[in-house]
């Protein structure tokens, strides 16, 4: 189960500079699907942050979905840098995101750096895989 509990008039983990519930939250929530590549990769950043498992599996591309899913209880994401985009715009059916999602675990600083592919399928942004 996730930690949005509390969160939802704060400032999303994104960067974006929305609240949470204005935000990633109506992702999470259902209330709406992201736009584009770069708005699903930031709405899986917040999911990493606050633990919704369940949505990082569901905006998962079947294809590549993995059958379980654990987070490292001990990792604390503290910042998001998108360094790149190519693609993956409203009218887009493919798209890659270039960025890097910083942590803090055992007491030492690190980051993930990644270059995520992404479809939409059915108006839907998922993601693929690391490229």
Not at 34 to 52: D, G, K
Not at 64 to 78: E, F, G, N
Not at 84 to 103: K, L, M, N, P, Q
């Amino acid at each position: 189960m996730g930690q949005t509990a509390g969160v939802v008039s704060e400032l999303c983990p994104c960067g974006f500079g929305l609240t949470y519930g204005e935000c990633c939250g109506r992702f999470h929530r259902g209330e709406a699907n992201a736009p584009t590549a770069v708005a699903l990769m930031r709405s899986r950043y917040v999911a990493f942050v606050l633990n919704e498992v369940a949505y990082l599996r569901e905006t998962w591309h079947p294809s590549s979905r993995p059958a379980r899913l654990t987070l490292p209880r001990d990792r604390r994401w503290t910042g998001l840098d998108v360094l790149a985009t190519s693609g993956g715009g409203i009218f887009d059916v493919e798209g890659t995101v270039e960025f890097a999602a910083h942590y803090r675990t055992g007491g030492r600083d690190g980051a993930q750096a990644e270059r995520s592919r992404f479809v939409r399928e059915d108006g839907r942004w998922f993601y693929v895989a690391a490229v």
